[in-house]
């Protein structure tokens, strides 16, 4: 597909893997298009059953790369938008999306794992949403951790901010299971071929169907959400955040 982003689909399974390892698969401007571009594809295929959401190297996703665009307003709006659009339309596929998550899944890369229908992790992984505390606001991802987690236990922890463990990400859903870190390949598989095996359209007028209930067809909440990412990275508290991160 691109240098950042890999598609390949064997047998019904798409496997869909964010690759830029040497980063740990932070999402910048040029992966989310990549990003995109690949689901597109996958949009147009008839033939896949299942997907698997991966990360190539050490880490699943570690957020969005904020620094190159941190001066550049326009440009810091179209990635959290591209981010928006790309994890509303990983939700409203057809087919079953599975999140593989090993190493850090952090912000967005955390965003990408709780919109997909499953996400399986290992006990030493690294969740969360640590943006709060990096002067930034969670709006793009808060909608979706919502509804997979209720109301009440989103404020909580998006308020908070901070990471966890992945046992402790099993137990307040944010993943939906959890394996050894080497049988994490071979228990997604599994999965995908289980899910690929179910009746094609019975699955996607199923998906289509609960996505209507909680509301993930709704375009209106996501465009504010990232209008709101955008508008709160760009105050000076969060610029003077980020740049001793970045400096230091």
Excluded at 15 to 39: F, Q
Excluded at 139 to 149: H, K, S
């Amino acid at each position: 597909m691109s240098d950042t982003v890999q598609l390949a689909v064997d047998r019904g399974i798409a496997r869909l893997e964010l690759d830029r390892p040497d980063k740990r698969n932070a999402l910048s401007i040029g992966l989310i298009n990549a990003l995109n571009d690949a689901i597109g594809s996958i949009e147009r295929d008839a033939e896949i059953r299942s997907v698997i959401l991966g990360g190539r190297g050490r880490s699943f996703c570690a957020g969005m790369d904020l620094q190159g665009v941190l001066d550049d307003a326009p440009a810091m709006s179209e990635m959290l938008m591209g981010l928006s659009i790309a994890m509303r339309r990983l939700r409203r596929l057809p087919v079953p999306v599975i999140a593989r998550i090993q190493g850090a899944a952090v912000g967005g890369g955390c965003g990408l794992c709780v919109v997909a229908d499953f996400a399986i992790t290992h006990p030493e992984a690294k969740l969360g949403y640590p943006e709060v505390g990096l002067g930034v606001c969670p709006a793009v991802v808060a909608p979706w951790l919502v509804r997979r987690i209720g109301a009440g236990p989103a404020r909580e922890m998006l308020l908070a901010g901070g990471t966890m463990s992945g046992e402790e990400a099993l137990r307040r859903g944010l993943v939906t299971s959890l394996c050894p870190q080497d049988e994490l390949d071979g228990t997604v598989m599994e999965l995908a071929e289980h899910l690929g095996r179910g009746g094609r359209n019975a699955i996607a007028v199923t998906k289509h169907w609960l996505n209507e209930l909680d509301g993930s067809l709704d375009d209106g909440p996501l465009d504010r959400a990232a209008e709101l990412s955008a508008e709160v990275i760009a105050t000076e508290e969060a610029r003077q955040r980020l740049q001793s991160i970045f400096n230091g």
